[in-house]
T-cell receptor
Framework: AQSVAQPEDQVNVAEGNPLTVKCTYS??????LFWYVQYPNRGLQFLLK??????LVKGSYGFEAEFNKSQTSFHLKKPSALVSDSALYFC????????????FGPGTRLSVLP | NAGVTQTPKFQVLKTGQSMTLQCAQD?????MYWYRQDPGMGLRLIYY???????DKGEVPNGYNVSRLNKREFSLRLESAAPSQTSVYFC??????????FGQGTRLTVV
């Protein structure tokens, strides 16, 4: 079965510093990987995805993610964090067993401190 | 551009009461999904509908039923609510092979 791990419950970073939110996955076959962000009292918003191609994927709001097949990782990054980036971040993988459903990690809360 | 619309946004039920959560999407997507979100557990799939006229169980279907009324609408019903069903519920629709689009959620409390 597909699974996703996000090893950090919370990440704190100072505004202007680079940020990394970690994700590792376990899939059978080729991974379809996604990052979503959730702001308070809102639904999840799509940030970026990796299906195939370049290992460095660029997404919304200046975020990018690096796919590493040998380490089965898909870490989310941003060169310079903003206070407005503070939110809950979910890594997800498509699960072909449940109608191409998404399997989500537990989430990482990012706090960007001014 | 409404996307995915869920109603209601908030609901408080007494144990044993029933209710239906409504979801509609205007993006002409075939696949629709119901998730529940609990702290520290991410989102877990309750039921999904890969196309109009079909529904299937997900990871945590017990205590729930669904109806895919047409291509746009996918409802979730709690027949006899229990405190363990206190959660935030999200509906999503998915473009084949691409990302999911989520509603804003329904915060349900069962007392």
């Amino acid at each position: 079965a597909q699974s996703v791990a996000q090893p950090e419950d919370q990440v704190n970073v100072a505004e202007g510093n680079p940020l990394t939110v970690k994700c590792t996955y376990s899939v059978s076959g080729n991974p379809y990987l996604f990052w979503y962000v959730q702001y308070p009292n809102r639904g999840l918003q799509f940030l970026l995805k990796y299906i195939t191609g370049d290992n460095l994927v660029k997404g919304s709001y200046g975020f990018e993610a690096e796919f590493n097949k040998s380490q089965t990782s898909f870490h989310l990054k941003k060169p310079s964090a903003l206070v407005s980036d503070s939110a809950l971040y979910f890594c997800a993988v498509r699960d072909m067993n449940y109608g191409q459903n998404f399997v989500f990690g537990p989430g990482t809360r990012l706090s960007v401190l001014p | 551009n409404a996307g995915v619309t869920q109603t209601p946004k908030f609901q408080v039920l007494k144990t044993g009461q029933s209710m239906t959560l409504q979801c509609a999407q205007d993006m002409n997507h075939n696949s629709m999904y119901w998730y529940r979100q609990d702290p520290g557990m991410g989102l877990r799939l309750i039921y999904y509908s890969a196309s109009e006229g079909t529904t299937d169980k997900g990871e945590v279907p017990n205590g729930y039923n669904v109806s895919r009324l047409n291509k746009r609408e996918f409802s979730l019903r709690l027949e006899s609510a229990a405190p363990s069903q206190t959660s935030v519920y999200f509906c999503a629709s998915i473009r084949q092979g691409y990302e999911a689009f989520f509603g804003q959620g329904t915060r349900l409390t069962v007392v």
